[in-house]
């Protein structure tokens, strides 16, 4: 029987959601908060109202990473495997997707320029960050 580790490294495409905190200007504006992140169940709930009615939906990751989570449990969590698996000689790729001011940027390159979690280039979609050539600290 194979644990989660072995099951993990066995699948070749993973997708992980990341949940950035409320910004200063959410938090002043009361913005709703429309998604809830469970990590340890590894689900996202993502509450609507539409035409006055509330749907509740809830979706699943192969990991999920909360408001609270920062770039080193992202790092050692879901990145030093992939750089592992690029030492041994895979060709490996991370790249972030989601809708504009979700933390893409945040999350492949860090706040600032010394503490990245990732170097990357955007490729053709702005939607779309991609890892070309290699990581630093
Ligand atoms: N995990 C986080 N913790 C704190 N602030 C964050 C986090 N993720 C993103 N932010 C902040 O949220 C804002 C939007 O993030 P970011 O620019 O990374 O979004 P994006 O998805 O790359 O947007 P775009 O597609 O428009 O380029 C930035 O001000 C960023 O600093």
Redesign the pocket.
């Known amino acids: 029987m194979w644990n989660r580790h072995e099951k993990e490294k066995s699948v070749n495409v993973q997708v992980l959601l990341?949940?950035?905190?409320f910004?200063e200007d959410e938090v002043r504006n009361n913005a709703p908060q429309v998604v809830t992140c469970n990590e340890y169940q590894r689900e996202v709930a993502v509450s609507q109202n539409i035409a006055g009615k509330h749907i509740d939906r809830v979706f699943t990751f192969d990991k999920v990473?909360g408001?609270s989570?920062?770039?080193k449990d992202l790092y050692d969590q879901a990145i030093i495997p992939i750089v592992n698996e690029v030492l041994e000689g895979f060709n490996c790729t991370i790249f972030?997707y989601?809708?504009?001011?979700?933390?893409?940027?945040?999350?492949?390159?860090g706040?600032c320029k010394r503490s990245k979690v990732l170097v990357n280039r955007?490729c053709a979609s702005?939607?779309c960050?991609s890892l070309c050539s290699s990581f630093y600290f």
């Open positions: 990341r949940c950035r905190p910004s990473f408001p989570a920062q770039q972030a989601g809708q504009t001011g979700t933390g893409k940027t945040y999350t492949m390159e706040e955007p702005s939607h960050k």
